[in-house]
Structure formats: structure tokens, C-alpha cells
């Protein structure tokens, strides 16, 4: 069985961490870009699911929330869940942020969910994008908290649960 990787980037970086993903995940991966495809995949080829999303004012995209919630039960009866945002706030604002790009019964199956970080490259902004970012976040140069070894623990977590057995027996004392 193989793992799709579906994603929705408006710069690049989700889509780099899709990509950085199925180089690291074991077996055969697909990727879909839900802006190409958003009415989704044949989901009886996947037994893993790994969906990411990047962050844009504190919310996602609403194509990409149309795209989980027209297709969350498929997303549901897959054997392994991963989900990750990319968003340049980390700690207790980055845990918001994941909590509210996914519906709760995805958070709660899925594997493993954590926020990469982000890149913002200056020059690829408007200027009223420029001005928003500015304000809030007071950064004024490019930017990049992309975490390479986040991206590797994901995939790492990932393979770990392909591998296991389907159910663990439950262990008697
Ligand atoms: C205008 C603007 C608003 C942003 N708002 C947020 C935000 O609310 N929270 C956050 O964590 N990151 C925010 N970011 C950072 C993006 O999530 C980050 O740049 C991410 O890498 C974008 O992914 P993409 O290249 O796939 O579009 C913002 C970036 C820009 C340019």
C-alpha cells in the first residue's frame, strides 16, 4: 500500500516539506496538490495519509478545508494519520494553530500532527501582504524557522507506524 501526501502551498515551503517527506517515507508516496486536484484521490491505494497546510493569518486556506471536509472520512479509516502546518509561530501559538487547521477527530487519530515553521522571502510579497506581515510579526528581513529534523522525526514516526503490526496485543501484567 502506498502514502499520499496531500498538501496546499501558496509559496512553496508545504510544498517543500511534502516533497522533503516523500523522499524520507518508506514505499511508494504520490503527491497532490489540492489546488491542482481539489476533488481528491482514489483513497482505497493509500494506507497512509499525511496532509500539510500553511498558516496565513492565523487560519489556512478555504480550499484546503472544503478538500478535508469533503473527503475527512476517507482521511479517518486510514491506518496512519500524519498532519503538519507550516507557520513561523512555534510553542503554545503553533500548537493553536495545528488544533485549528485540522477538524479534532483528525488531531485525535492522527499519528503524529507538528508545525515545521515557516520561510517568508520578502520581495515574493505584496505590499499589503509586506505591511500585514510586518506589523505582526515585526520582521523586516527574510525569514526561515524551518525545522529539517521536524521534518525527520514526522517521517521517521510515520515509517515506525507502517512497519508495526496492525493491533498491538494488550500487554498482561
Ligand atoms: C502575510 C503573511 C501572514 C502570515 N501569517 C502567519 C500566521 O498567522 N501564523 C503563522 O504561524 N505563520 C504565518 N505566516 C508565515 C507562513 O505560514 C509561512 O511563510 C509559510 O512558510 C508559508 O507557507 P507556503 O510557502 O507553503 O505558502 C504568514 C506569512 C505571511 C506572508
Redesign the pocket.
Known amino acids: 500500500m502506498s502514502t499520499l501526501i496531500a498538501y496546499?502551498?501558496?509559496?512553496?515551503?508545504?510544498?517543500?516539506c511534502a516533497k522533503q517527506l516523500a523522499e524520507k517515507v518508506e514505499g511508494p508516496v504520490e503527491l497532490l496538490d489540492v489546488r491542482k486536484n481539489p476533488v481528491g484521490a482514489d483513497w482505497s491505494a493509500y494506507d497512509t495519509v499525511i496532509l500539510g497546510v500553511?498558516?496565513?493569518?492565523?487560519?489556512i486556506e478555504r480550499e484546503f478545508k472544503q478538500f478535508v471536509r469533503e473527503n475527512w472520512r476517507f482521511i479517518l479509516s486510514k491506518r496512519c494519520l500524519g498532519l503538519y502546518?507550516?507557520?513561523?509561530?512555534d510553542g503554545e501559538?503553533?500548537l493553536a494553530?495545528i488544533k485549528k487547521a485540522y477538524p479534532e477527530q483528525l488531531t485525535k487519530k492522527a499519528l503524529i500532527a507538528d508545525?515545521f515553521?515557516?520561510?517568508?522571502v520578502q520581495s515574493e510579497?505584496g505590499f499589503i501582504?509586506?505591511t500585514?506581515?510586518r506589523m505582526?510579526?515585526k520582521i523586516k528581513e527574510d525569514y526561515s524557522n524551518?525545522s529539517e529534523e521536524k521534518i525527520n522525526a514526522f517521517a521517521a514516526r510515520i515509517n515506525e507506524a507502517r512497519t508495526a503490526p496492525p493491533q498491538k496485543a494488550s500487554a498482561s501484567k
Open positions: 496546499i502551498t501558496k509559496r512553496g515551503t508545504t510544498e517543500y500553511p498558516i496565513y493569518g492565523g487560519d502546518i507550516c507557520g513561523l509561530f501559538k503553533g494553530e508545525n515553521g515557516g520561510r517568508v510579497l501582504e509586506r500585514a506581515f505582526v510579526t524551518l
